[in-house]
T-cell receptor, first 113, second 115 residues
Framework: AQSVTQLGSHVSVSEGALVLLRCNYS??????LFWYVQYPNQGLQLLLK??????LVKGINGFEAEFKKSETSFHLTKPSAHMSDAAEYFCAALTGGGNKLTFGTGTQLKVEL | EADIYQTPRYLVIGTGKKITLECSQT?????MYWYQQDPGMELHLIHYSYGVNSTEKGDLSSESTVSRIRTEHFPLTLESARPSHTSQYLC??????????????FGPGTRLLVL
């Protein structure tokens, strides 16, 4: 079964610093991959998605992610963190014949002054 | 912006009460989903539907039930709430289009506290 692993349940960065949130998937066949963000007391909002069209995917709010098949990874990055980026981030993979999303355990991003 | 709504947003209720969490979307999506999320934890799929009169249990066992009588409406019901049901419940929807990866949209969630 497909699984998604997010390394680091909590990541803390300084404002202006690079953000790197890690995601690895387990599948012999690269799945469709997603990054979602969840702000407090809200639902999930799509940041970006990988559909095999391009390995570097650009999303909203300056985030991007690079698909690396050799590493089975889909890490999320942002060059310069902003206070408003503080939230929980979830990596997800489409499974079940393309019908269901499998989520990682989430990474809480904290941005400090 | 996604047009998917959940009510109530917050609910505090006593043990043994019957509750229904509402979810509706105005995008005409075929697929709808219910997830359960404990604070700081991952999302667990508890129910999904591929269309009217179609409902399936998800990966996480749940005592709740769902119905899909109309495309836009996917309510979740707990016949007798217990403290173990305390959690956040997220509804989502997605359109099924052959050969196209459609985005899955989420509602704002319902935070349930059972005393």
């Amino acid at each position: 079964a497909q699984s998604v692993t997010q390394l680091g349940s909590h990541v803390s960065v300084s404002e202006g610093a690079l953000v790197l949130l890690r995601c690895n998937y387990s599948s012999s066949v690269p799945p469709y991959l997603f990054w979602y963000v969840q702000y407090p007391n809200q639902g999930l909002q799509l940041l970006l998605k990988y559909t095999s069209a391009a390995t570097l995917v650009k999303g909203i709010n300056g985030f991007e992610a690079e698909f690396k098949k050799s590493e089975t990874s889909f890490h999320l990055t942002k060059p310069s963190a902003h206070m408003s980026d503080a939230a929980e981030y979830f990596c997800a993979a489409l499974t079940g014949g393309g019908n269901k999303l499998t989520f990682g355990t989430g990474t809480q991003l904290k941005v400090e002054l | 912006e996604a047009d998917i709504y959940q009510t109530p947003r917050y609910l505090v209720i006593g043990t043994g009460k019957k509750i229904t969490l509402e979810c509706s979307q105005t995008m005409g999506h075929d697929k709808m989903y219910w997830y359960q999320q404990d604070p700081g934890m991952e999302l667990h799929l508890i129910h999904y539907s591929y269309g009217v009169n179609s409902t399936e249990k998800g990966d996480l066992s749940s005592e709740s039930t769902v119905s899909r009588i109309r495309t836009e409406h996917f309510p979740l019901t707990l016949e007798s709430a217990r403290p173990s049901h305390t959690s956040q419940y997220l509804c989502a929807s997605r359109q099924r289009v052959a050969g196209v990866l459609e985005t899955q949209y989420f509602g704002p969630g319902t935070r349930l506290l059972v005393l």
